[in-house]
C-alpha cells in the first residue's frame, strides 16, 4: 500500500503500524481524511462530516478557503521565497502590518514582534525567556485547568497532571493559582463570588512575603480555558488580575493561541474586558491553517539580546501569506460579529438538547468556542448542585456523533467536556445541523447507558 489509497480501517492500520505510541486523535476519531471544503471534510470511505474541531482552531476560515489559497498561489506563482529564516520580505512586512491592525491601539503603538517556531508552544516558550529575561525573575504564575503546550517550559504551565507524570525535572517555580469557576469552584464557593475571592487571593498571595513565592516573572492565563473545558475568564476577574499585576510590575502573558482572531466573537478574546496586556502568545488561526507562531508585547520588554529566541522556520513565508489573507477576511467581513451571532444560535441549539437530557450539566464558552458538560445525573451532587462529571458518557457522545457525521472533540479536566469549535465561516444551515446531529447522538449515547444498566 502506497498511503494514497485504501479504506479508513486499512490506513488507519498503516498509521498505527508506523507512527508514535503519542499520536493522539486517530484513537478516537476512526477515519483517514480525503478531501475538506469550508466546514465539511470527507474521508477515504466517501463519508462526510461536519468539522467542529477545524485544527485545533487553526482553520478560521474553514478548509481551503478561496481566499487563503489564492494567497499561497500568489507567492508561488511569483517565485517568491518559500523560507527566509528572519530576513525580511515584503510578505512579512505585510503580514505584521495586518496583524498589528488587528489589535487594539493602545496595545499595537507599543507592539515588538518576535516569530518563533511554527507552532503555540514555542510562542510560549519565547515568552517565558522574554519576561524572565526582562524582569530578571524566575517564579511564573499560572492557572489550574491551564493549557500552554507539550514542550518543556509551557508543559511545566499546564495544569493537566497526567501529561506530567512520566517527566522529571519540569521547569521550576511555576506556581498554578485557582481559575474562577461558577461550578465546581475552588474555593467551593461558586457564583459571581467565586472570581471576588479569586482576585483577593491573587493580590493577597503576591503580598505575602510567607507566601513560598519569590518575585514573579511574570503571569501567564488564557482568557478562556479550552483545554480545560471552554471555561471563560469573568470580565470583572480579568480586570483585577491586571490591576494587581499591573500594580506590582508582573508582566501578564495573555494566551490567545486558541482564543485569538474572532474565535470568541471579539477579534480577541482578551478585548471583551477591556485589558491590556504586556505578552499575547499568538498562534493557530494567525497562520491562515499553516503552522505560524509569534509573540507580541510592549516594548518595554524588548531587552534581550540577538538571538536569544530563534527557530529555523520562523520565515515560513506561505503561512504569512495565508494569515494575512485570513486577518483581512476576519476584519473586513466582521467574522468576530458573525462568530458572536452563530455562537448563541448554537449555544441555543446545545442548551435545548441540555433542556431534554439530565446529562447535560452545563454549556458554557464564548462565541464559536463553546463545550458541553457531561455529568451523570443518578450520582448525588456535590455542595454547590453539581452532579459530577462522567467522561464515559463524553466519549459516547462523542462516539455517536462521529457515527452520525460529526466531528467534535473533548476537553475538562478529566474528559467530561464535548467541544465545538467550528469554523468562524460556519452558516446558520450548517449551525442549526450541527446541533441536530448532536441532539441525536446525546439521546443515542443516553439509550446506551440505560440498555447496559439493564
Same mark, same amino acid.
Given at each position: 500500500m502506497n498511503g494514497e489509497t485504501g479504506s479508513n480501517e486499512a490506513l488507519l492500520r498503516q498509521q498505527a503500524e508506523r507512527e508514535s505510541n503519542a499520536r493522539t486523535y486517530p484513537r478516537h476519531l476512526r477515519l483517514a481524511l480525503d478531501r475538506a471544503r469550508g466546514t465539511v471534510v470527507e474521508d477515504v470511505d466517501g463519508n462526510a462530516y461536519y468539522d467542529c474541531l477545524a485544527g485545533a482552531g487553526s482553520l478560521a476560515l474553514g478548509h481551503n478557503h478561496p481566499e487563503v489559497c489564492e494567497a499561497v498561489e500568489r507567492v508561488l506563482d511569483r517565485e517568491g521565497p518559500?523560507?527566509?529564516?528572519?530576513?525580511?520580505?515584503? #510578505?512579512?512586512? +505585510?503580514?505584521?502590518?495586518?496583524?498589528?491592525? $488587528?489589535?487594539?491601539?493602545?496595545?499595537?503603538?507599543?507592539?515588538? *514582534?518576535?516569530?518563533? @517556531?511554527? +507552532?503555540?508552544? =514555542?510562542? /510560549?516558550?519565547?515568552?517565558?525567556?522574554?519576561?524572565?529575561?526582562?524582569?530578571?525573575?524566575?517564579?511564573?504564575?499560572?492557572?489550574?485547568?491551564?493549557?500552554?503546550?507539550? %514542550?518543556?517550559?509551557?508543559? $511545566?504551565?499546564?495544569?493537566d497532571t497526567e501529561p506530567k507524570e512520566p517527566i522529571p525535572g519540569l521547569m521550576a517555580d511555576v506556581h498554578h493559582l485557582p481559575y474562577p469557576r461558577e461550578r465546581r469552584c475552588p474555593f467551593g464557593i461558586g457564583g459571581t463570588e467565586s472570581e471576588r475571592v479569586g482576585a483577593r487571593y491573587v493580590e493577597r498571595l503576591l503580598d505575602d512575603p510567607g507566601s513560598g513565592i519569590v518575585d514573579p516573572a511574570g503571569m501567564i492565563l488564557e482568557p478562556v480555558q479550552g483545554e480545560g473545558g471552554v471555561v471563560p475568564a469573568p470580565?470583572?476577574?480579568?480586570? #483585577?488580575?491586571?490591576?494587581?499585576?499591573?500594580?506590582? =510590575?508582573?508582566?501578564?502573558?495573555?494566551?490567545? *493561541?486558541?482564543?485569538?482572531?474572532?474565535?470568541?466573537? &471579539?477579534?480577541?478574546?482578551? &478585548?471583551?474586558?477591556? *485589558?491590556?496586556?504586556?505578552?499575547? %502568545?499568538?498562534?493557530? !488561526?494567525?497562520?491562515?491553517?499553516?503552522?505560524?507562531?509569534? /509573540?507580541?508585547?510592549?516594548?518595554?520588554?524588548? /531587552?534581550?539580546?540577538? @538571538?536569544?529566541?530563534?527557530?529555523?522556520?520562523?520565515?515560513?513565508?506561505? !503561512?504569512?501569506?495565508?494569515?494575512? +489573507?485570513?486577518?483581512?477576511?476576519?476584519?473586513?467581513?466582521?467574522?468576530? &460579529?458573525?462568530?458572536?451571532?452563530?455562537?448563541?444560535?448554537?449555544?441555543?441549539?446545545? #442548551?435545548?438538547?441540555?433542556?431534554?437530557?439530565?446529562?447535560?450539566?452545563?454549556?458554557?464558552?464564548?462565541?464559536?468556542?463553546?463545550?458541553?458538560?457531561?455529568?451523570?445525573?443518578? +450520582? #448525588?451532587?456535590?455542595?454547590?448542585?453539581?452532579?459530577?462529571?462522567?467522561? @464515559?458518557?463524553?466519549?459516547?457522545?462523542?462516539?455517536?456523533?462521529?457515527?452520525?457525521?460529526? *466531528?467534535?472533540?473533548?476537553g475538562g479536566r478529566r474528559g467530561e467536556t464535548v467541544r465545538f469549535l467550528p469554523p468562524l465561516t460556519v452558516s446558520r444551515e450548517e449551525v442549526d445541523e450541527i446541533a441536530g446531529i448532536f441532539e441525536e447522538a446525546t439521546l443515542a449515547a443516553e439509550n446506551e447507558t440505560a440498555e447496559v444498566a439493564r
Open positions: 518559500m523560507h527566509t529564516l528572519d530576513v525580511t520580505t515584503p #510578505e512579512k512586512e +505585510a503580514f505584521v502590518d495586518r496583524l498589528f491592525e $488587528s489589535l487594539p491601539d493602545e496595545f499595537a503603538e507599543r507592539a515588538r *514582534i518576535q516569530f518563533c @517556531g511554527p +507552532a503555540g508552544t =514555542d510562542a /510560549v516558550e519565547a515568552a517565558l525567556k522574554l519576561v524572565k529575561t526582562a524582569t530578571g525573575n524566575r517564579s511564573v504564575l499560572a492557572y489550574r485547568g491551564a493549557y500552554h503546550g507539550m %514542550t518543556h517550559g509551557s508543559l $511545566s504551565l499546564t495544569g470580565d470583572e476577574w480579568l480586570r #483585577e488580575v491586571r490591576r494587581i499585576t499591573r500594580e506590582r =510590575d508582573v508582566p501578564l502573558i495573555v494566551d490567545e *493561541i486558541q482564543t485569538g482572531l474572532g474565535r470568541t466573537g &471579539e477579534p480577541w478574546g482578551f &478585548e471583551r474586558s477591556g *485589558i491590556t496586556p504586556d505578552v499575547l %502568545t499568538l498562534s493557530k !488561526a494567525i497562520g491562515g491553517g499553516l503552522p505560524l507562531a509569534v /509573540v507580541v508585547y510592549d516594548e518595554a520588554l524588548d /531587552v534581550w539580546e540577538p @538571538g536569544a529566541h530563534a527557530g529555523t522556520f520562523r520565515g515560513n513565508q506561505l !503561512a504569512m501569506a495565508a494569515g494575512r +489573507a485570513t486577518i483581512e477576511h476576519v476584519l473586513e467581513g466582521d467574522l468576530d &460579529e458573525h462568530a458572536a451571532e452563530m455562537g448563541e444560535r448554537l449555544r441555543a441549539g446545545l #442548551e435545548r438538547t441540555g433542556g431534554g437530557s439530565d446529562a447535560i450539566g452545563a454549556v458554557r464558552g464564548r462565541g464559536l468556542m463553546l463545550g458541553v458538560e457531561v455529568v451523570d445525573p443518578t +450520582a #448525588e451532587t456535590d455542595a454547590l448542585g453539581c452532579h459530577p462529571v462522567d467522561p @464515559g458518557a463524553a466519549k459516547r457522545i462523542q462516539r455517536e456523533c462521529l457515527d452520525r457525521g460529526l *466531528i467534535v472533540e473533548r
